[in-house]
């Protein structure tokens, strides 16, 4: 780490520790001399001293000749030497003449021109003049084969660019095209590119291009190119394209359609037979219908009678003393609107006492009944006041397939067994009306009770993270509740869920922005085949969340500090403010992430230690996602490296504190990680474990100790039309 700082700090120190006035022939900007013909023309405006003997402060460019020793090399200079020189500058050629041992001569006559000569031209006294910009040499001549020359660069500064539509964060609706329109240097000479593309400039150097828009951030990547100065002139801003928006009030986002789960016919009902609990009692249970049938297995159905005298007159007194369920086996299957629960109790048992008077003779009725039913429900799903889902009774039906017993007196047995007795018709009503509230009251309050408790794990949850380092607590609630139950017969019942994110407060926004961006309000979710159980999750709900994240300020960032060491020294000042919420969108093709992060119109402030303002530079970030779900909810994980760009906004002093470029190499280490922690945070949905509440069954089914639900998710979601949809599957423990 200390290496690597160690050349931050020199990549910082070579890109601002020139002086241009200093630089001497080494430098490739500098200049020099050539000995002899052909030599190349280099970027510069050096001195071209080659030998020995101090260069003479101003030399003629001409000389008498005069007999003396043969020149062997000349030495070429520009007066004054710059490493940049404007068109309208029209500095002094010095020429020097030096003989094989480095003395000079006086008066020897040379010849001077400029290479290329277009660049410029030279007057027979030695004052140059540039006529285009670019890098050029003028070179001094004597006779055809010995020449000297100094190189010179001419840069007027970069090109001009300005984009004048569309605004910076600005928001466009409506057809997915935005056009980029805006000005650079007239008469052609500049190159425009946006996106990377080629755009065509008009004489007076406006210029108009059309990209296609995509749901999100659209990043408007100018460049003008003068094909001189390096970098070149760059303008980086985003634009939000989003069909429609969700409008926030002073202290929440609400959205229609933030969840939906769908319940495939094979979740409800798999005709898989009920698996015996393992050795701690405990069964694990894969659909609704054994949930159902362990939960009957269990139950002591005596609890649902208030009073178990079922007749007592002074004919037939009879009690049942306790009730066995028997074998339940449960069938349910979805139909329009809701589903239909099919049950038969085999060897339901009843233990009863009693008498029944025969021409004035008692006769003991102790002994066990066994009864055979068959029943049904059809219930409707609808929303319940309290936004859970309530079931509504569409028709019920109950039929006694069998009744028999065991009875300790013979002639009670022999009654019993009696079509049209007494004591028959009294335990077939008692059986029918037992097994008719199971079917009609307790299975569906068992049902609704599950699905509300499976759901109620949706309601309220809150998001509380302190980030620490002076940065804001994010302090949010997120509440789903019912709102749009849907079934098909045979096929799947589905559950939408409308969500709202909740400030504990009225907040204002950090900056104007008109709402979240929805990517199609009408979308449906694209749900996987083959799958019994579906959670999908809009993307406005995710974005929801960050809009309201941002509105508190968590991305109005200190970055002072956790700068590096070897950069705290140079930045006295650096903090961060995003102008426009992050969004959550589906990643583009080819990308090695389902989700896309991007981070737009984030303005990054950075004064040096002797500044007085700071200079303002603009930054769109992009990174991958990684989906992360398990016991504790559904998160984002944020990718490590992130796709930046970043362009110079507002300069205070004669240069940049930091040049763009060094910044975009500096982001991933100075901004990122606290931005990533930001919005990680941010994008997590806490889910607690589902308990289903067997305090309302106590009476009936008081051995049940604990009924838990584990949902759980074997594949990759489906990204498509403003949704992702996860495949699950759940397995319920019952103790």
Known sequence: MKRKHLLTLAALLFAFGCDDSSKGSGDP???GADVGPGADV?????DGDMGPGDRPDAAPPRADAAPGPEPAYIEVALDPRRALYMLDETPQVVVQVYDRIGRPLDGVEVRLDVQPAEQGAVTPDGVLSFAAEGQGAVRAC??????????????DGRADLEITSPSRGALITGEPTITVEGRTDGGGEVAVFINDRPVEVAEDGTFSHAIDATFGLNRIDAIADDGVRRPPTRVVMEVVYAPTLLEPTPTAVEVPGALAVRLD???LD???????????GVQRLTDLAMLIEGFLARAEPLGLIGDPVIADDDTLQLTVESITPGTPDATITVTDGGFEVFLRLEDLTLTTTGSLEIEGVPVGLNGQVMVTAAAFVVVGVEPGPDGFPGLRIVDVGVALEDL????????????LDTFGSLLRTVLQSF??????DLISESVPDFIELGLGDALGVLRGIPLDVPLGDGLPTIALDLDFTLSDPTARARDAVWLGLAGAVRQRGPVEAPHPFAGVPVEDAAATPPWPAQTGLALAVNLATVNALLHEVWRQGALKLDLAPVLPDDVAGLIAEARADARVPPLVVAAPPGSPYFFELQVGELDLYAKGPAGDAPDRFVLSLRAGLILEVGDGGIRFDIADEPDVRVALLEQAGARPVVPPELIERLIPALAWPQVREQIGNGL??????????VDAFAELAPSIEHIGVKPTFPSSPVVQRGWFVLSAGFEVELQ
């Open 265 to 267: 016919q094979r979740l």
């Open 270 to 280: 798999s005709r898989q037979p009920l698996p015996p609990p393992d050795e701690m």
């Open 142 to 155: 004597y006779r055809a084969n010995l020449c000297g020359r100094a190189s010179f660069f001419v840069d």
């Open 404 to 415: 028999d017993g065991v009875m300790d007196d013979s002639t009670a047995q022999a009654v």
């Open 29 to 31: 900007n500098g200049g």
């Open 42 to 46: 280099g970027p510069g405006g050096g």
């Open 431 to 436: 059986a029918s009306d037992l097994v008719d």
């Open 684 to 693: 997590e949905l806490a889910i607690d474990p589902i308990e289903i509440g």
